[in-house]
């Protein structure tokens, strides 16, 4: 992988897009949105989705258009959502498409199969989710999901995206 000579991040710090200085200063918990089934199965990690409380609750997810996840979960209909650990930032990097995972990304770590998708079978806190409505905004498409179930496990060590990069979390932050 070889970074552009007009790359963002090369660029001089006052003439760097501010729309994506200002999103790189909110800390993210990282995501692994999953969709499909066999060798039809995509993964992406996300960093820019929130969740809005109600009956049912609901995941918003800012998705990249031209990734292969973001046409299996809009096709699809349904996806999955795991939160990652600290431990899991490898496989974020390979399922971001940023570091190199020889036979791809789904050798990396177990996986149980579910009708909306493959889950992270460590995950401690994840969702399953039907696709609602999709919205172009910005660069992005804005996914809102439907939480059809939920599971909420211990958060301890909860891998973090801010400023561009994986940070761990804060040691004091309990």
Same mark, same amino acid.
């Given at each position: =992988?070889? #970074?552009?000579?007009?790359?963002?991040?090369?660029?001089?710090?006052?003439?760097?897009?501010?729309?994506?200085?200002?999103?790189?200063?909110?800390?993210?918990?990282?995501?692994?949105?999953?969709?499909?089934?066999?060798?039809?199965?995509?993964?992406?990690?996300?960093?820019?989705? =929130?969740?809005?409380?109600?009956?049912?609750?609901?995941?918003?997810?800012?998705?990249?258009?031209?990734?292969?996840?973001?046409?299996?979960?809009?096709?699809?209909?349904?996806?999955?959502?795991?939160?990652?650990?600290?431990?899991?930032?490898?496989?974020?990097?390979?399922?971001?498409?940023?570091?190199?995972?020889?036979?791809?990304?789904?050798?990396?770590?177990?996986?149980?199969?579910?009708?909306?998708?493959?889950?992270?079978?460590?995950?401690?806190?994840?969702?399953?989710?039907?696709?609602?409505?999709?919205?172009?905004?910005?660069?992005?498409?804005?996914?809102?999901?439907? #939480?059809?179930?939920?599971?909420?496990?211990? /958060?301890?060590?909860?891998?973090?995206?801010?400023?561009?990069?994986?940070?761990?979390?804060?040691?004091?932050? /309990?």
């Amino acid at each position: =992988m070889t #970074i552009h000579t007009t790359h963002p991040f090369l660029e001089p710090e006052g003439e760097r897009d501010p729309v994506r200085r200002l999103r790189g200063r909110l800390a993210g918990t990282v995501s692994l949105w999953t969709a499909g089934t066999g060798s039809g199965r995509e993964g992406l990690t996300v960093s820019s989705w =929130m969740v809005a409380g109600g009956e049912p609750g609901r995941v918003l997810g800012l998705l990249d258009p031209d990734a292969d996840l973001t046409e299996e979960l809009v096709d699809g209909g349904r996806g999955v959502l795991q939160v990652l650990a600290w431990a899991d930032r490898g496989l974020a990097e390979a399922f971001a498409g940023t570091a190199p995972a020889p036979g791809g990304p789904w050798r990396l770590a177990a996986w149980v199969d579910t009708d909306h998708g493959p889950r992270l079978a460590h995950a401690q806190t994840w969702a399953l989710l039907s696709v609602e409505s999709v919205a172009e905004v910005g660069w992005s498409r804005l996914v809102t999901c439907r #939480i059809d179930e939920v599971v909420v496990g211990d /958060d301890g060590d909860p891998l973090l995206h801010r400023r561009g990069r994986f940070v761990p979390p804060a040691a004091d932050a /309990d």
